[in-house]
Structures are given as C-alpha cells and as structure tokens.
C-alpha cells in the first residue's frame, strides 16, 4: 500500500506526517502551507514545521500514469525509448571519431619529432666526421711540415695509411652530401676539403684512332655511371666500361666526326649525331645502328634526349631544331625562328620536358615551348657563337658558354643573368655539366674547372690534358669527374 499526500493525492517524495491531523503530507506542500497559514490543512489547528515528522521509506515508486496503460501509449514509451538510445549511440559515435582524430594527429606529431631527431642526428654525426676529417687533414699537414728529424721519420710510415683512411671518410661524406644528408652549411666546408685532394687516376688513350686524333663527345649510362659513350673525329662512336677497363661496343657508320653522344638512361640504347646531317640509334649489345633520323640538311650541331626517354631533340646549321621519335626514326616536328636566320650551335632539353634551350651563332639564347612551339624568351649577353648551354637538375638555373671567354648564369624563375664568370682570356668553353645533385658545375675547354653551386667559386682545376678539352661528366653522386680532349685521351678523377 502506497502512501498518498492528503494536499495532492499523489505518491510523496518526501513524505511526513501532522502529529496535529495524523495525515502523510508532501514536505514541500505542508512547509508551504504552514508558512502561509500556520495551521494544519485537515482540521484547523496549529502547526509548526519543526512538529511535522518525516517518515522514512524506500524510494517511492511512482504509479504510471493513465495513459502508458494503453498499447498505443506503451509503443511510443517504447519508441521515445529507442530514440533516446540511438541519440546516444551517434553520440558515441562521435566521440570515437574524434578520439581517433586526436590519436591519429598525435601520432602524425610523434611521427614528426622521430624525424627531426633522425636529421638533426645526422647533422651532429656529420659535424664531427668533418671536424674529425679537419683533425686528420692538421696533423698531416704538421706532420709533413717543419719538425724534429727524429719525428718526422717516425710518423713517415703512418701518413700514406692516414691519407687512405681521410679518403675513405671523404668518399662518405660526399655521396651522403649529395644526398642532402649533409648540413647546407657545412657543405662549402666539405667541397673544399674534399675537392682539393680530387687526383687523376686514370687515362685511357687507346679508344679512338691515332690517325685522326681527338674525342669530340662524351657522356655516361646515367643507371650505371661506369659505361662511357665517346664519339671521335674518326668517325667512330665507342662505349667504355670503366670498371672493367675494357672496350664494350665500337660503333661505326658515320661518314664525318661524331659530334655529340647520348646514352639511354634505361635501355642498352645510345645516340650520336654528326656533321654528316644524320642521327644514328646504336645498340650496344648487338653493336648495330638501328636506325637513322635524317631531320636535318646540314651539320647536326646538338643532341638531347626528352625526359620520357622516346624522343630525341637536335639542332643544325641548317637553322632548323627537330623533335623525332627514336623507335620509328620519324621527325615529329622540325621549326625555326625565321626572324633570326642564324644557324644553332647547341641544344638542351630543360628537366621537366616541356622546354628546352637552343644557341646560336650569334651569341643568343632562346628558350623553347616543346607544345606550343614557339620562342618564349631569349637571352643575349654572349659575344660570338654559343658552344654549349646546361640546365641545373632542379630546373632553376640555365648554364651557357660562348667563345667569348665567359660562362653566364641565368634565373629561369625571374629569366636574367644573375652572375656571370670570366675565364681566362682566349679561354675556350667547349662543355658545361651539372652534377645529378645540383651541387657542382663543371667547365670543360682549355682546362677543366669545377665551381660550387650558389656561391660559384671554383673549387678544382686540372689541366692534365694536352689539348682542349671536348666533354666532362660527373659520376654517380659525383664520386669521380671524367673528361676528353683533342689529346685523344679520356681521364678519370677521383679521391
């Protein structure tokens, strides 16, 4: 039996009972009332709320309403009911979400830090391999200087092993900087450290022939920068193995001297072009041409292969550049600048394809929209022929060389000149190479010369040749320097 309240008539919260009236009252009803009336609501009589006496009991359950009696009103108890709990559910759901967001971001930052850790731990280690490599370097050079006789003849036997041990350290640090795994700021450190103690350490003489002498062209396999390409002004295009230091493939079929090389960057595949008119695909296995591309009329001055590894660009004294397809032989598209009427010297294909660059005899520089085919900007400054241009690997920067004595730089971002280097006078710049990294830029002609990328300033000279020199190229991660010349010798420079 429920207790009910004698004001409401309803199940009590908070019963408790009139010792005045003996009637259960709700607390908050009869504490009302006696405030107002100061008397019991039954009979009359006096109250007080400290007389009520509370009653304690389980907590009340209150009866249903007359209207959750009925089935209709029962489903919708029922379906309030599963509203609520699918509410909650896409509430949790949410939840979840973001505490997977939050995870995930968390892990992404942690994810983070691991790899500035990674870097900044190969920066320190860098650091001290060159300062230990600097060490070394002082006390050779103390060692080899003025000092006691007793002293220096002690330490005699211990400098060639030293000296093996601060290459092997150099040969490191090298590749891994032309990785980007050494600071920037101690790259200029470790270029002229390691640069001065570049040697010659090999010559190969017997590739072309001694009756007419000379070696026009070079280039490397850039998958295997041990396999050398050289063309000859006898005629003869030549494949190399420095590695096992034995001819591969001598390739002939041309009836003047080879002027330019290209070696396919993933197929046993090369290039030559020359006075001839003609461009000759060779392969290196079978030691056949394989086909020939005849877009031009006269000499075939320069030689580039497009980025897809399917087309070769070439420019003429015929005035003409061409654009062919290597598998079919067939020319694409053949055009020139009308307005000028000057013969090209030299053509390169700019990194990403879609432009390139020409020289021509009258010292200007055009650059070329590949798609569109026209002449996008040009850039004079040059006195005399153009002999060779080069774009830098991240297509910023534009290398070109005249017989003016002069190799100038060129902001493809902002097209000027922003630095130009002057050579020695009557000096004749016949090639100009980047390295895969970006990091050096070789001059090849009366000697060879290697400059440091951004601040320019030559870090190598040789002058081993006895002739001009024609082609250099670096090797992989520029862990060696190779070179030809009219002395007919290809030269190898390395720690």
Not at 89 to 101: I, P
Not at 240 to 260: M, N, R
Request: hydrophobic share 40%.
């Amino acid at each position: 039996m429920s207790l009910v309240c004698a004001i409401s008539n309803e199940v009590p919260e908070h019963p408790c009972v009139s010792p005045v009236s003996n009637q259960v009252f709700e607390r908050r009803l009869i504490e009302k009332y006696i405030a107002e009336n100061g008397a019991d609501p039954m009979n009359g009589q006096p109250l007080s709320e400290e007389q009520l006496i509370d009653i304690k009991v389980s907590h009340p359950i209150r009866p249903k309403a007359p209207s959750s009696t009925s089935i209709p009103a029962i489903l919708k108890a029922l379906q309030d009911e599963w509203d609520a709990v699918m509410l909650h559910s896409f509430t949790l759901r949410q939840q979840l979400q973001t505490t997977r967001q939050e995870l995930s971001h968390a892990l992404y930052q942690h994810d983070a830090a691991c790899r500035v850790i990674a870097r900044l731990t190969k920066e320190v280690t860098a650091e001290c391999t060159i300062l230990i490599l600097l060490l070394i370097l002082c006390f050779i050079s103390q060692a080899g200087g003025a000092g006691e006789p007793m002293e220096v003849s002690e330490q005699v036997g211990m400098i060639p092993e030293i000296i093996q041990k601060v290459r092997d350290v150099l040969t490191y640090i090298h590749i891994h900087s032309t990785r980007g795994m050494i600071p920037p700021s101690l790259n200029y450190v470790y270029v002229s450290v390691s640069l001065s103690l570049f040697l010659c350490v090999s010559v190969c003489q017997g590739l072309h022939s001694a009756s007419v002498p000379g070696i026009l062209s070079l280039d490397l396999c850039p998958s295997d920068t041990n396999k050398v390409l050289t063309g000859g002004a006898d005629k003869n295009v030549v494949v190399f193995d420095k590695k096992e230091e034995q001819i591969i493939a001598t390739l002939k079929g041309h009836t003047k001297k080879v002027t330019s090389v290209i070696y396919h960057p993933s197929q046993s595949v090369v290039f030559s072009a020359s006075p001839d008119s003609t461009i000759r695909v060779w392969s290196v296995t079978g030691g056949n041409c394989v086909q020939v591309v005849r877009a031009h009329e006269a000499s075939v001055t320069g030689l580039s292969l497009h980025a897809t590894g399917d087309y070769l660009l070439s420019s003429s004294e015929d005035q003409y550049w061409a654009f062919s397809d290597i598998q079919t032989g067939r020319v694409l598209t053949k055009v020139t600048d009308e307005a000028a009427g000057c013969a090209l010297t030299c053509a390169q294909f700019h990194p990403d394809g879609l432009i390139f660059g020409t020289g021509t005899a009258d010292s200007q520089i055009k650059i070329w929209d590949l798609k569109e085919r026209t002449n996008v900007a040009n850039f004079p400054g040059h006195i005399g022929p153009v002999t060779s241009i080069a774009f830098s690997e991240n297509g910023y920067y534009l290398a070109t060389g005249a017989q003016d004595s002069s190799v100038k730089l060129w902001d493809l971002r902002k097209l000027k000149n922003f630095k130009t280097i002057t050579l020695d006078n009557n000096y004749e710049v016949k090639s100009l190479v980047f390295d895969q990294s970006g990091t050096y830029l070789a001059v090849g002609g009366t000697d060879i010369r290697v400059y440091i990328c951004k601040q320019w300033s030559e870090v190598l000279n040789f002058t081993e040749h006895t002739g001009v020199v024609t082609g250099v190229a670096f090797g992989e991660h520029a862990q060696f320097l190779t070179s030809t010349g009219m002395d007919r010798s290809l030269k190898f420079y390395s720690l």
